[in-house]
Nanobody, 115 residues
Framework: QVQLVESGGGLVQAGGSLRLSCAASVTIFSINAMGWYRQAPGKQRELVAVLTNIGSANYRDSVKDRFTISRDNAKNTVYLQMNSLEPEDTAVYYC?????????WGQGTQVTVSS
């Protein structure tokens, strides 16, 4: 079993920044494809950013050059730095990872960007 606990969401004005954190209950070396998804009201959950097994990262086009995913192995934590936020970024953001072949999700953290 793995627990993923997100924090750092909130209300911010357009153009502002937030940093989301995802703390894992196991070493993140053992978790594959750690990343962030989001789901806006009435829309499907979508991939925002994911760490690859070779140490790089993939982003959805709409967040490239604004969001950065990173990891702190010593803290077993993955971050999502979000800059230049837009109202369209408003959603519940979920941390996700694959451990021992099973998919795990965090409980989600709300990000609201006002115009």
């Amino acid at each position: 079993q793995v627990q993923l606990v997100e924090s750092g969401g909130g209300l911010v004005q357009a153009g502002g920044s937030l940093r989301l954190s995802c703390a894992a209950s196991v070493t993140i070396f053992s978790i594959n494809a750690m990343g962030w998804y989001r789901q806006a009201p009435g829309k499907q959950r979508e991939l925002v950013a994911v760490l690859t097994n070779i140490g790089s990262a993939n982003y959805r086009d709409s967040v490239k050059d604004r969001f950065t995913i990173s990891r702190d192995n010593a803290k077993n934590t993955v971050y999502l730095q979000m800059n230049s936020l837009e109202p369209e970024d408003t959603a519940v953001y979920y941390c996700h990872g694959i451990y021992a072949g099973r998919s795990y999700w965090g409980q989600g953290t709300q990000v609201t960007v006002s115009s």
